[in-house]
């Protein structure tokens, strides 16, 4: 058992010694869960994982929310009589020992029936008795062990029980049941052999193969038939084009040749096609359950807020949680420490200090006093305030963003994949080869011309050729999810190789919000002064304060004989003879400022300045070496919606070329997307927080950066790790090279096609020779194209691991 | 030679009676969760120490 580390969360360990039963815990809340879990026998928590818990957050009245009855309805999955179910959203499921725990809830409260926890989703739906507990008592019970659900404004508005689109299973079933028993049926006709038996049953056998195409006709390759309709009414020959035909003349072929006794029909190659066919749409469709791609500021904002109302007749203040929707002007409400800004407003009353870093771009908190205009999205960091409602949550200047029509439009309406493309000129060719084949044959053998023409429909259906593309990216898809790069489907590899212009944001996207680098400046501290600075700053909690507290070495703890923080300027504090003051350059009486634009804190003791504390963003590992390679083949532009004191930092590190644009706002940076694609550019934008999420929205691939997949990132096309964003180039390349693989496999479909023609035209396409050409091509072409993407995959993604040791 | 008519229904029968097995099978949402179930089996009531080690492994590498 690792000493150094709390039992409970895995966390290292403070000074102060807390410990239960001989084991060790970082703080009293996880020794209050290892103590609430032993008491319950529920210890094989702690035997499945080593240190599998989470810090539990102080309860408070966060939850309060859910006594609101119609708040917490709203979130039931199912409520009648006695029994609720409820599903919620659980961050931290990471391990057996969580599903483990949450499965045994019902040992913990009584009143819980069952839980059942999925995995990949994080989600665990519990069954309750609502008559012996509530759902409040839930949520709190969970929070106490360290399973804070999130619960945001998107659970209140979507919908619950959404049906799960399972059609394409259905029809790959129902394609693969008709394929298995069509080709049974068939065996026996292979051999031609003009068998008493064989003569006398065939007909039976054929009509039993008729009637199992049948589903696979009209349900199973239902999508095909509309696609190509949808094509033609736009006026593309999109590759369903020639699919659809193909189906339908081997179906009405096939058809007519039983009716009329001519012959077998091709019914095995039919079933065979559909299900080829949907097999690679299933191989296309790869989903990450645990990631969405769709959220919007619903799912980062509460569900909830709390609001003060004064009574009339007396002088009374009371709060009530209500929903945030029914927020309206003039509403005073209260913010807690760490609660989220829902709407716009003006500050009333108390020390507001907000971090709108995920809204702005802005990389350091800001200071309020009352009156000041707050807007939605920032995040309270100093205590609790109470504001003035403005503007409702829709009208807020935040949440009008996701009005523009950048959200609201489809993408790309016309979207045309590289198969569509070759399929326009495959389709008119191979109707003219059908056409002039059956003239050919009108003139020298006229019985024959209704059969060569329908053959080669059937020989030319594009089956290895509609195979290339959803397997050589649907295997790209996977192999860039192992590298932590999550692209929502298969059309976004296309995309990303169209690029030629990248926009990184900055804070958050190239600098990390973990660490800064804090460097001193001016007259060295003695010990003594340090030790005064860190008592000083123990009583802050202003967020430059903590990261300066953190900094510094441990001291002997001294009480402050007088103490005062000012907001917007800094600390006071006296410790006997000793004098000391920290905070802005004015508060601490230097009046030469420089660098004003940068974050510092200065210090002051007995009067005399002595220096400052500077915090610099801590760019991510690489950035110089990243831009520096995708330089020579993108143009690239950083677009940030922070100030420009970072400007001659970037300038030195980066190449010359790359433009710097600072101090846009949201709608500012989708804007400066949409005069780009105007001058017909194909924008890539590389962001992370809300105030890129129009930008993202509007480009054609947006990518967003996250340090922990699991965290809120705004609607986008794909997702990167932030520890993988030295591999972009690496993934553009491959991105490239599965589309040069898919070109490469159309030359081979080519050629199979021209030998299947070859029967075609000549008049010999028999059904078995047509039972053996389609198979094979088409899992010759799979198993080429996946080969390739996975040799390429490994020959770029892995050198780059053995040059980086 | 008629008995082709038993055989082929037969067939016919139990080749519809898995067919429909799986379309339940889907529409009971048993297709939803393939990774959790794979966990779940393994606990026991009672676990021991020595089970620990394994577990942690594989879960492990199945965290992302």
């Known amino acids: ?9 895995g966390n290292a360990l403070g000074t102060a010694l807390i410990s239960s039963a001989d084991k060790q815990f970082c703080c009293q809340g996880c020794k209050t869960v290892f103590e609430l879990l032993t008491a319950n026998n529920l210890h094989s928590y702690y035997e499945l994982e080593q240190a599998p818990g989470a810090q539990p957050r102080p309860a408070e009245d966060q939850f309060n929310y859910l006594d609101n009855e119609s708040i917490a309805n709203q979130l039931l999955d199912f409520n009648e009589n006695e029994i ?34 999925d995995f990949t989703r994080k989600k665990l739906s519990i069954t309750y008795k609502n008559t012996e507990t509530s759902l409040k008592e839930i949520v709190t019970l969970l929070n106490s062990i360290g399973y804070e659900p999130t619960i945001s404004l998107e659970d209140y508005t979507s919908t619950k029980n959404t049906k799960k689109d399972y059609s394409l299973l259905y029809k790959l079933g129902v394609a693969g049941f008709a394929f298995g028993n069509v080709m049974f049926l068939s065996f026996p006709e292979y051999f031609e052999l003009s068998e008493f038996w064989l003569e006398k049953y065939k007909h039976l056998f054929r009509w039993l193969m008729f009637f199992f195409s049948l589903p696979v006709v009209i349900y199973a390759a239902s999508d095909y038939f509309r696609s190509a309709y949808k094509g033609l009414k736009n006026h593309i020959l999109n590759i369903d084009v020639p699919i659809a035909l193909g189906i339908f003349v081997l ?30 749409k299933f191989f296309q ?125 489809t993408k790309k309406p016309t979207y045309i994949t590289i198969i569509d493309g070759i399929s326009k000129y495959f389709t008119i060719s191979i109707l003219t080869i059908a056409i002039l084949a059956s003239l050919f044959w009108l003139f020298y053998n006229p019985t024959k011309a209704m059969n060569v023409f329908t053959a080669v429909l059937i020989i030319a259906c594009p089956c290895a050729l509609a195979l290339a593309r959803p397997f050589a990216l649907g295997n790209m898809l996977r192999i860039f999810g192992k590298h932590q790069f999550y692209v929502k489907n298969a059309d976004v590899i296309e995309e990303l190789t169209k690029i030629d212009s990248i926009i990184f944001d900055k804070t958050g996207t190239i600098t990390t919000n973990k660490e800064t680098s804090i460097a001193y400046q001016g007259v060295p501290l003695s010990v003594k002064e340090e030790r005064l600075l860190k008592n000083a700053l123990r009583g802050s909690s202003h967020p430059l304060s ?11 703890i001294l009480t402050a004989d007088q103490y005062d923080e000012i907001i917007g300027q800094g600390i006071e504090a006296k410790f006997k003879k000793d004098f000391i ?13 420089k660098n004003q634009l940068k974050t510092a804190i200065h210090i002051q003791t007995n009067d ?21 390679t995708l330089n020579n083949y993108y143009d690239l532009t950083i677009l940030s919606g922070d100030n420009a004191g970072e400007k001659k930092q970037l300038q030195s590190m980066l190449p010359k070329s790359i433009k710097l644009y600072f101090n846009h706002k949201p709608d500012q940076k989708l804007e400066f997307i949409k005069t780009l694609q105007q001058q017909n550019k194909k924008v890539m934008m590389i962001g992370d927080g809300l105030n890129d999420a129009g930008a993202l929205a509007q480009s054609d691939v947006g990518i967003v950066v996250s340090e922990d997949t699991n965290a809120f990132s705004p609607a986008c096309d794909a997702i990167l790790k932030a520890s993988e964003i030295n591999s972009i180039p690496n993934f553009l390349r491959l991105a490239k090279a599965a589309l040069s693989i898919i070109k490469s496999s159309v030359f081979l479909s080519f050629v199979y096609n021209l030998i299947g023609l070859y029967f075609a035209i000549t008049g010999q396409l028999q059904p078995v020779i047509a039972a053996i050409l389609m198979p094979l091509s088409s899992i010759s072409i799979v198993l080429y194209v996946t080969a390739l993407t996975n040799w390429k995959a490994n020959k770029i993604l892995n050198a780059k691991k053995t040059t980086l040791g | 030679m008629s008995v082709i008519y038993v055989l082929l229904s037969v067939s016919v029968v139990v080749a519809i009676i898995f067919f429909a097995a799986f379309l339940v099978s889907v529409k009971k949402g048993q297709y939803d969760d393939t990774y959790t179930p794979s966990i779940r089996m393994l606990f026991e009531d009672e676990l021991t120490e020595h089970s620990s080690g394994k577990s942690r492994n594989n879960s492990q590498n199945n965290q992302l």
Request: charged share 20%; glycine share 6%.
């Open chain 1, 84 to 117: 609720s179910i409820v599903t919620l959203y659980i961050p931290h499921i990471h391990c057996s020992s969580c599903i483990w725990i949450l499965e045994n809830l019902q040992k913990l409260s009584s009143g819980i029936r069952s839980s059942q926890v």
């Open chain 1, 251 to 280: 179906f009405v072929r096939s058809t007519l040749e039983i009716s009329f006794d001519w012959g077998t029909g091709f019914f095995d190659s039919l079933t065979g096609l559909v299900f080829f066919l949907l097999v690679g």
């Open chain 1, 1 to 9: 058992m690792d000493t150094h580390n709390c039992y409970h969360c």
């Open chain 1, 608 to 628: 005399s300045y002595k220096g400052y504390f500077q915090f610099t963003n801590t760019y991510r590992k690489g950035i110089p070496k990243l831009f520096n």
């Open chain 1, 546 to 556: 903590r990261k300066l507290y953190d900094i510094l070495e441990e001291h002997d």
């Open chain 1, 581 to 593: 003051k920290v905070g802005s350059a004015l508060h601490t009486g230097n009046l030469h400022v």
């Open chain 1, 285 to 409: 469709q790869k989903t990450y359950a645990f990631l969405s791609f769709e959220r919007d500021y619903k799912s980062y904002f509460p569900i909830a807020v709390t609001r003060i109302q004064k009574n009339k007749n007396q002088d009374r203040y009371t709060e009530e949680n209500i929903q945030l929707y029914e927020v309206a002007k003039n509403d005073i409400l209260l913010i807690r420490h760490g609660d989220l800004i829902p709407v716009d407003c003006t500050l009333k009353k108390g020390n507001a200090l907000i971090d709108y870093s995920f809204v702005t771009g802005e990389s350091d908190a800001v200071t309020k006093t009352t009156g000041d205009k707050l807007y939605a999205g920032g995040k309270q960091l100093n205590g609790a305030i109470e504001v003035e409602v403005l503007k409702s949550v829709e009208q807020s200047y935040l949440t009008k963003l996701w009005g523009k029509e950048a959200f609201n439009a």
